[in-house]
């Protein structure tokens, strides 16, 4: 497996292998591969075209869409084409959906929003072409947070490291920049985000959150450097990087609860 499309992504058809297989292109970042051509639903071009901009991110781990006669069980990141707060449709299927969900246009990139997506993965166990809280690769983990906050990057380290603007100094980093490492080949093989207190967030093993310093990675159970930095970006904007005086430099200790807000807390 090399990636994996949520509930709710859009991608392009591009050959068929018998009746099971289809190549497909993914729309949100070109990303290349097969799927089972069971697990896909076609749309008309008028619905693929307005999909792509009126739609809502599903905020909750995991919760179900209820349709006429059957539930669909869908993961944080999933996309609710046309959605209301409630219902939405695929093709002439209408579902509804009760957990919370955000749309594009009430994001705000800033490092704060960032952060908290991101600690909602805690604990998601490592998986090679992961893209879901079932099981996560370092760069799925950055491409699915950010995709959040309504900025797009691709879908490898390898080239997500050409998105922003470097930091020359890994001290000069702010909470929501982008640290990237790399192997002893020289090729950039894994990318966390920077938190307050020079500590990371990162998909090793699992989601965690270790100490990082100019040397790259170390992990505080092991006592070892793990990952050789080589260099920081930001791919935020950069007028948002004030919101850093909302961000609790306490360290990474919190509460779970906080996290996952009952949605009566108004806590979108």
Known sequence: MISQLLFGELMEILDRKGKQWVKVR?????????????QIKSITPSEFESFQKDFAFSLELVQPVM???????????ARLPAFDGIHFKLGETPYTFSGQAIS???????????????????????????????????????????????????????????????VDFVEQATPGDLAFFDNKAGRIHHVGIIMPDRRIIHSYGGVRID???????????????????????RVLPVDRIQQLANINHSGVEFKQAELFPSPLSGDK
């Not at 072409?129 to 380290?157: C, H």
């Open 104 to 166: 594009p246009n009430d994001i705000v990139p800033n490092p704060e929003f960032i952060l908290k997506i991101a600690k909602r993965y805690l604990n998601t166990p490592f998986l090679w072409g992961g893209r879901s809280p079932f099981g996560l690769d370092a760069a799925g983990f950055i491409q699915l947070v950010f995709s959040m906050a309504g900025i797009a990057l691709p879908r490898e380290a390898s080239l997500q490291i050409d998105e922003g603007i470097t």
């Open 26 to 38: 993914c729309a949100y970042d070109n990303f290349v591969g097969w799927v089972d051509a069971h």
């Open 67 to 77: 349709g006429p006669d059957h539930f669909v069980p869908i993961t944080m990141g």
């Open 211 to 233: 100490l990082l310093d100019h040397y790259g990675i170390y992990n505080q159970q092991t006592k070892k450097n793990t990952h050789n930095l080589r260099l920081a970006k």
